[in-house]
């Protein structure tokens, strides 16, 4: 049966058959699409859009979405041993349940539990919940819990592509210091340490930051912080012009037009989670400012 929904939330078809959930509260506007529990929009009030979704998204049932907040689970990028397993786990392009929506004066909070999938990649009994506060901040509360018999392990990403209005004009900062695994680089290269507080972006960038306070993504007239909890890995990451060429869903210019900052537990801050246990992975995007990052 259809969850009822109440004043300001809305359910909304597209076309092509997916479902979103619209949120139009005095504080911020939303929308989340129940295809991955995938947040595709944004907007406090008085702010900008924060989140990008590519004009070339078709939003076609079982493909991923290009944009927004994919949750990346129970594997962040390729799975340890499976390559015939998809990029980026089996929760983006899975169907959703929404489990409850309520409002209050400050905003409207849903939570969206993943059906049982049947995968060997998913033991019985490995639950994944997912909590979002849409008010003037948007919190995501990703929990994995362990009601099965052995120990679980798994790493994840809520994988958020911000949206930037000039690439040249934006930064990420809050990395003096941080550790780093570069992608682009072979495994052999080692530790790097960022030297520098702020990453800017003229090439491609794929990393794994390991930071130990808030991130940020600026430019000069918008800023972005990521407040974590259950975080000790960041992937920040831009396409650039080759790469791009390679991607689904994804116009040649829009490398222009993103930057993902990726709250996560991956690389080396992958985790276990022993029977009985249960791991929450959050971020809080608090947005300071009217105009687009
Ligand atoms: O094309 P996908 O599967 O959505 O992945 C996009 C990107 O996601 C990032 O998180 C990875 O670090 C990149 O290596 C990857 O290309």
């Excluded at 991923?64 to 041993?81: E, Q, T």
């Excluded at 397993?85 to 929404?98: I, V, Y």
């Excluded at 539990?113 to 990703?142: C, F, K, M, S």
């Excluded at 930064?171 to 495994?187: T, W």
Aim: with cysteine.
């Amino acid at each position: 049966m259809e969850l009822a929904l109440p004043e300001g939330v809305n359910y909304e078809d597209h076309d092509n058959g997916l479902r979103f959930v619209v949120v139009n509260h005095p504080c911020a506007a939303a929308r989340v699409c129940l295809q991955g529990a995938q947040v595709t929009h944004f907007q406090p009030a008085q702010g900008p859009e924060v989140f990008w979704v590519s004009e070339a998204e078709p939003y076609e049932p079982g493909k991923a979405i290009r944009g927004g907040i994919p949750l990346c689970w129970p594997w962040f990028g390729a799975h340890p041993s499976d390559t015939a397993a998809p990029a980026h786990g089996l929760a983006r392009d899975a169907m959703w349940t929404l489990q409850s929506v309520s409002r209050r004066v400050d905003g409207v909070t849903l939570v969206l539990q993943l059906p049982e999938l049947n995968t060997p990649h998913i033991p019985t009994g490995v639950e994944l919940q997912l909590q979002i506060d849409v008010g003037a901040e948007l919190l995501l509360r990703l929990t994995t819990t362990n009601n099965g018999v052995s120990d679980f392990n798994f790493s994840q990403a809520l994988h958020a592509y911000f949206n930037i209005a000039d690439i040249n004009l934006a930064q990420v900062s809050g990395l003096a210091g941080v550790q780093y695994d570069d992608s682009l680089l072979p495994q052999a290269s080692g530790d790097q340490r960022a030297l520098m507080d702020q990453l800017k972006f003229d090439a491609e960038v794929d990393r794994i930051y390991y930071p130990r306070r808030p991130l940020a993504v600026e430019s000069p007239v918008c800023r972005v912080e990521l407040i974590t909890e259950g975080s000790g890995s960041a992937v920040i990451w831009n396409p650039w012009i080759e790469k791009s060429r390679r991607l689904s869903h994804f116009l040649a210019q829009d490398y222009q037009r993103m930057v993902c900052v990726e709250t996560a537990n991956c690389g080396r801050d992958s985790r276990t989670l022993v029977a009985g246990a249960s791991h929450s992975l959050s971020v809080t995007y608090v947005v300071d400012g009217t105009g687009k990052i």
